[in-house]
């Protein structure tokens, strides 16, 4: 898997488990909410910029379900 074929599934699985769109995922890391419309177009990014995303998501991870009485399921 390429490095653009990784962040953009990664960012899919962790949009969809937050319940965000890709662009305030965008927003919230690079501060640029049509980050992820040039990459899918083709647009370049940096080794950087990838590393940002992946330590965002290191740094925030998606909680684990819960049960109604609060514990986890």
Do not use: W
């Amino acid at each position: 898997m390429d490095i653009r074929t990784r962040l953009l599934t990664e960012a899919d699985q962790y949009c969809s488990a937050r319940g965000i769109s890709r662009a305030r995922l965008a927003t919230l890391v690079v501060n640029d909410g049509k980050f992820f419309d040039r990459v899918e177009k083709g647009g370049d990014f940096t080794v950087r910029t990838f590393e940002r995303f992946m330590q965002y998501f290191a740094d925030n991870p998606v909680p684990a379900h819960q049960g109604a009485s609060g514990e986890a399921a």
